[in-house]
């Protein structure tokens, strides 16, 4: 028995419990990871396919941006023209996105559908790992 | 009734992150704290996606859990009721945060903030546990930038629970009270910043029949 009066072997109760707790809530994280990137490449699959030869055009292109996105954050400073030159930056990137897409000979419905498809199993996914199951009597009293 | 006041038996804090696709995640962050002594309960959870490329996903999760160990005072069906006070500052109340910036005209994103207080007599973390919504928020397609607080500074809550076993008079009982804040964020072109802060002390616990 311990200090606080509680037996030695209900010490050893609460920490297997840590450790249970623990172990279930990582099982349930990995298969969610799994999942995740299941739908992930999924979903690389299919833009692939639907992208075709064009494919490697379309990453080269995101690279890019995720670069200049990259290289123009630092001169975001938390003033009126950091604001100011943030706000033209992100209009501009819109802009060459979309005429990225048009270019491409692509149709920008269909990409959004693609990623639609993909976005509702994950809603699925993560619905289901959050699932709530109730005790008999719950509430605020 | 029996009461209990601090100290409590234990506490301790765990976290998870996961994240898959093209995106910088450094600045994700993850902390919290459970205090046996003064019963504070804090989670900071940050999920950030920046510097997307075409699709990005990401799951945060994190909990401050405090257990308790008390003798049943009656044979059958327990109540147990958590007295819980929000002990945060001005600047810092519990609240769930985020925005989403739009980087193509073809964007879309899918993005779940849930913060969730959980009662419980372990034996596996599904069995025999209440779940207590504090705050959720959901958002699609469109960007922009959102903020709820979950509770105001000094608000005091009671949240009850009635454990679905029975026991006898005199028997331990462990229990575990868990602030469990989790975000899941699917990005295709575009930046999302979500953050869910919860600051709690938890007062007392009253342990009844029923």
Not at chain 1, 66 to 94: D, H, V
Not at chain 2, 63 to 77: C, E, K, L, R, T
Request: hydrophobic share 35%; charged share 25%.
């Amino acid at each position: 028995m311990n200090g606080r009066g509680i037996p030695r072997d209900l010490e050893y109760a609460a920490i297997q419990s840590r450790l249970d707790y623990m172990k279930s809530r990582d099982a349930k994280s990995e298969e969610l990871i799994n999942r995740l990137k299941q739908i992930q490449e999924g979903y690389t699959r299919e833009l692939d396919d639907f992208l075709g030869a064009k494919s490697k055009e379309y990453k080269a292109f995101y690279e890019k941006r995720r670069e200049a996105a990259r290289r123009m954050q630092a001169q975001f400073k938390p003033t009126p023209e950091g604001g100011k030159s943030e706000i033209e930056f992100k209009k501009k990137r819109l802009a060459e996105a979309n005429e990225f897409i048009k270019n491409l000979g692509i149709n920008g419905n269909d990409l959004k559908s693609i990623r639609n498809k993909y976005q509702e199993q994950f809603r699925q996914v993560v619905g289901k790992a959050t699932e709530l199951t109730n005790s008999k009597k719950e509430g605020l009293w | 009734m029996v009461t209990h006041f601090r100290p409590f038996y234990a506490g301790w804090a765990d976290e998870s992150e996961s994240h898959a696709g093209d995106a910088n995640f450094s600045n994700t962050y993850l902390d919290a704290s459970a205090n046996n002594v003064t019963g504070e309960i804090d989670t900071l959870n940050r999920n950030w996606i920046l510097f997307p490329g075409d699709s990005a996903s990401q799951v945060t999760q994190i909990s401050a859990n405090m257990q308790f160990y008390f003798q049943s005072p009656v044979s059958g069906s327990l109540r147990i009721v958590a007295t819980v006070i929000c002990s945060s500052t001005v600047s810092n109340e519990p609240h769930i945060q985020g925005s989403l910036d739009d980087e193509s005209g073809w964007s879309n994103a899918s993005i779940t903030q849930e913060s969730t207080l959980t009662m419980g007599i372990p034996g596996g973390i599904d069995v025999n546990i209440a779940r207590y919504p504090l705050a959720s928020h959901s958002r699609g397609d469109d960007d922009g930038s959102w903020f709820y607080r979950i509770a105001e500074l000094g608000e005091i809550r009671r949240y009850g629970y009635v454990p679905n076993i029975t026991f006898t008079a005199g028997q331990w009982v462990l229990m575990q009270l868990t602030i469990f804040d989790e975000q899941h964020a699917w990005v295709n072109d575009m930046i999302f910043k979500g953050q869910i802060k919860n600051h709690w002390a938890i007062y007392a616990l009253d342990i009844t029949g029923v």
